[in-house]
């Protein structure tokens, strides 16, 4: 049963064009989470909201940014994309942490 | 931070065998162990979860150990099944703080084969 709702499924841009992906979870959970998952299927957390506050903001490039209206949404846009950008993006939520349950996912090809 | 140590990368097993995934930890203050699945084209799903006050879980043919002196958590899969080939990631959450951030392990490719 789908709780984490990604939109959309797919999207192809070009080089140096902004993008911006949605998630919402209707789980009632007080964390969620935006992972990029590379071609060697690596999970990495970019982002981590709690509350609507971030918590978690690892390493990533300053052209990502997060975006959450309430604990139920939280979208991530990437302001001039990059060919490196080129990946499946994992939106999760949690209550505390614990057992994340992840979207179905946004796959971005950069061209 | 975190790191997260996962164990073998792929992993090969014949059907009704079983299929053992090894992950270390560093951080003492990890609390919580997920392991997920993911098949090809679909998202990470949660099979099964320890918490540092228990030392092993079963559910059904899949078994959690955690030695948290070792700072070490494995899954077992029993009698496995085709149906068990996937990717396969542990992880571990440090609930220091208010971080409720996963680190996972770089994935376990298990391939089941009749």
């Known amino acids: 049963e789908t709780a984490v709702f990604q939109t959309p499924n797919y999207h192809v841009t070009q080089v140096g064009n902004e993008v911006s992906f949605n998630c919402k979870q209707t789980?009632?959970?007080?964390?969620m989470y935006w992972y990029k998952q590379d071609s060697k299927k690596l999970l990495k957390i970019m982002f981590s909201?709690?509350?609507?506050?971030?918590?978690v903001n690892e390493t990533v490039p300053r052209r990502f940014s997060p975006q959450s209206s309430d604990k139920a949404h939280l979208n991530l846009r990437i302001k001039s994309v990059e060919p490196e950008d080129s990946a499946v993006y994992l939106c999760?939520?949690?209550?505390?942490?614990?057992?994340?349950?992840f979207g179905p996912g946004t796959r971005l090809t950069v061209l | 931070g975190e790191q997260v140590e996962q164990l073998p990368s792929i992993l090969r097993v014949q059907e009704g065998s079983s299929a053992s995934i090894n992950c270390s930890y560093e951080?003492?203050?990890?609390?919580?162990f997920p392991w997920y699945k993911q098949e090809p084209g679909e998202n990470p799903k949660l099979i099964i979860d320890?918490?540092?006050?228990?030392e092993r879980k079963q559910i059904q043919e899949l078994i959690v150990l955690l030695d948290k002196k070792a700072k070490r958590f494995s899954l077992h899969i029993t009698d496995t099944q085709p149906g068990d080939s996937a990717m396969y990631f542990c992880?571990?959450?440090?609930?220091?703080?208010?971080?409720?951030?996963?680190?996972f392990g770089k994935g376990t490719l298990l391939t089941v084969t009749p």
């Open positions: 909201y709690n509350n609507k506050q971030l918590i």
């Open positions: 320890i918490r540092s006050n228990m």
């Open positions: 999760a939520s949690s209550f505390q942490g614990a057992k994340q349950y």
């Open positions: 992880a571990a959450r440090n609930s220091g703080g208010s971080n409720y951030k996963l680190t």
């Open positions: 789980l009632g959970h007080d964390t």
């Open positions: 951080d003492s203050a990890s609390n919580y």
